[in-house]
């Protein structure tokens, strides 16, 4: 795609709603207990704890990694 296209066409235009990957996050601190990840998408889900010591922080940071390696894993797959 040209650069032409994506300065001045609409995001709309260039990537149709239709196209895109969402996923969504979440996770849970409640007192005195574990932190817990978890992602959800069309194609998957997953979830787990991330640890008693573990901060909001570390959680988000799982969750990312969570859905990119799913994304990892569903690229290779279509190879």
Excluded at 40 to 56: E, H
Excluded at 63 to 78: G, S, V
Aim: hydrophobic share 40%; proline share 5%.
């Amino acid at each position: 795609m040209n650069l032409e296209l994506l300065l001045w066409k609409p995001w709309g235009v260039c990537y149709p709603q239709s196209t895109w990957l969402r996923i969504y996050t979440d996770g849970y601190l409640g007192p005195n207990t574990n932190v817990g990840a978890g992602v959800y998408s069309r194609d998957f889900q997953r979830a787990c704890p991330v640890g008693s010591i573990a901060t909001n922080f570390d959680g988000e940071v799982k969750r990312i990694a969570f859905a990119l390696d799913e994304i990892q894993k569903d690229r290779i797959h279509m190879l």
